[in-house]
């Protein structure tokens, strides 16, 4: 159904990243994703994604999830003798964005695409990787398959996803904090799509599989944004608007600390 035959919502959390187009405000998310972008934890992933796939010198690349094209750009950046990136996302929204950043690189573009059904003919890429993606999929393993697909043998194939059960946040209130937590974690098309990324590579005939943890430390107006989205603190019941008011306190004291856990897994076709 397209956009113009939908309701368009209001954002309530980041598990809409999968509807982009039919919010209200596309931007949110494109705003989201520069503040997330700049926590050094973000330059971390997007390093060792790269790395794991070394050696990258004249390769075509296929950057699933692509966003606003940051990552793109970054590794280009990185490294300067990639052949070719192409850039897919879902949103119309943002792969205007992606395109409008793109400068003068000839070697990056992009295309509005579904993971589960991806344009490309088999074998196409030396590579692809997929950063806070498939949690947002609404079938991992079919996404899973057209990005094996689509990549050479002997290609390698990485993800990064977080793990929402897993989110920590430092607060008195520990029952409620719990319950808070796994609202938020329940809200999530996959909240287990981190740990599960072992299993799905393995099931997926992938060899010389490995995972890593990285966990991402969020700043307080991350979190907010994560948890309400564009709710206002004022509409929740008295006793979570306590516990919002009780972090920013700690923010304020500079005593904040929630921190996000993810994993990173690799493996070859």
Known sequence: MTPSKMARRSIDSVGQFSSVDVTRDPQWFIDFMDNANCLPEHELINRRLAEVMEPLDCKRILE?????????????????????????????????????RIGDDSRIRYEQGDGKR???????????????????????????????????????????DHDFDGLLIDHYNQPLTRLIVERFSNKAKNNWSGRQLFRRFLQHRLVNVAVEAISVNLTFELLRSMFLGQDDISELASEEQVWWEELACSQERGHFFASFPGFLAVGTK
Do not use: W
């Not at 970054?74 to 490294?79: D, I, N, S």
């Open 64 to 100: 699933l999830g692509c966003g606003t094209g940051n990552d793109v750009r970054r590794l280009m950046t990185l490294y300067p003798e990639i052949t070719e990136v192409v850039g897919v996302d879902l949103s119309e929204a943002m792969i205007a964005e992606a395109n409008y």
């Open 118 to 160: 991806l344009a490309f003919a088999d074998n196409t890429f030396d590579c692809a990787r997929a950063k806070l993606v498939l949690m947002h999929c609404e079938n991992i393993d079919a996404t899973l398959t057209e990005l094996i697909r689509v990549v050479k043998p002997n290609g390698k194939i990485a993800v990064f």
